[in-house]
């Protein structure tokens, strides 16, 4: 969606500023049942938004995001990061400069390698279009209570085995076929059993010496 597209839908006044953005993305996140504080003191300056979305964020808004004003939202993010452990938010539109919008984007890309940084542009994602179902509120406070947790899964293993077979297509179709084979032989045998009228011995036969 064009920004004005979306300052339109939004009912932005014409002559909108940055704070309207920030109250409109606050609005959001309250709506999704997120807590939300606009103009907080951290660390020296005021950060524009502090909720508990994702855990924790520190969201710095600017009208229009290109490469300077995202460099310039990551440096008073880190800032206002400085001894805790929120996430911190770069959130605007993505610039109407067309010849911008590249570098707009490879900057995004560039600082979000820090896995601490998160760059949104607003009009280009749903959830925070004009006029888009939100979550519903009390789902999103049940999910995001701190007393719940999910149990940590190993993962390694199973990680190790998408990249064997990532590497080696032609081993997982081998493992494939073979567990294909064995499936076919156990229903053959089923429908054997069953067509005898002995599934309960072929099934519960005890082993043989």
Same mark, same amino acid.
């Given at each position: 969606?064009?920004?004005?597209?979306?300052?339109?839908?939004?009912?932005?006044?014409?002559?909108?500023?940055?704070?309207?953005?920030?109250?409109?993305?606050?609005? *959001?996140?309250?709506?999704?049942?997120?807590? #939300?504080?606009?103009?907080?003191?951290?660390?020296?300056?005021?950060?524009?938004?502090?909720?508990?979305?994702?855990?924790?964020?520190?969201?710095?808004?600017?009208?229009?995001?290109?490469?300077?004003?995202?460099?310039?939202?990551?440096?008073?993010?880190?800032?206002?990061?400085?001894?805790?452990?929120?996430?911190?938010?770069? =959130?605007? @539109?993505?610039?109407?400069?067309?010849?911008?919008?590249?570098?707009?984007?490879?900057?995004?890309?560039?600082?979000?390698?820090?896995? *601490?940084?998160?760059? %949104?542009? %607003?009009?280009?994602?749903?959830?925070?279009?004009?006029?888009?179902?939100?979550?519903?509120? =009390?789902?999103?406070? @049940?999910?995001?209570?701190?007393?719940?947790?999910?149990?940590?899964?190993?993962?390694?293993?199973?990680?190790?085995?998408? *990249?064997?077979?990532?590497?080696?297509? =032609?081993?997982?179709?081998?493992?494939?076929?073979?567990?294909?084979?064995? %499936?076919?032989?156990?229903?053959?045998?089923?429908?054997?059993?069953?067509? #005898?009228?002995?599934?309960?011995?072929?099934?519960?036969?005890?082993?043989?010496?």
């Amino acid at each position: 969606m064009l920004p004005s597209q979306f300052i339109e839908a939004a009912g932005f006044p014409n002559r909108w500023q940055e704070r309207d953005l920030q109250e409109y993305l606050a609005k *959001r996140l309250t709506e999704r049942g997120f807590h #939300t504080q606009t103009e907080v003191q951290a660390n020296g300056g005021r950060a524009d938004i502090v909720t508990n979305w994702q855990g924790g964020a520190i969201v710095e808004v600017k009208k229009y995001l290109d490469r300077d004003t995202i460099y310039q939202a990551v440096g008073q993010l880190n800032l206002y990061g400085l001894n805790n452990t929120h996430k911190l938010v770069v =959130m605007g @539109f993505l610039t109407p400069d067309a010849k911008g919008q590249p570098s707009a984007l490879h900057t995004a890309s560039f600082v979000e390698q820090n896995p *601490r940084i998160q760059v %949104v542009f %607003v009009n280009t994602e749903d959830e925070w279009l004009p006029g888009k179902r939100m979550a519903s509120s =009390m789902l999103v406070q @049940f999910f995001s209570l701190p007393k719940l947790s999910l149990p940590k899964l190993d993962l390694g293993s199973f990680i190790w085995w998408f *990249r064997v077979a990532k590497a080696n297509p =032609m081993l997982m179709v081998i493992v494939a076929t073979l567990l294909s084979v064995m %499936v076919s032989l156990m229903l053959r045998e089923l429908n054997y059993c069953q067509q #005898t009228n002995q599934v309960w011995s072929c099934l519960f036969s005890p082993p043989i010496n």
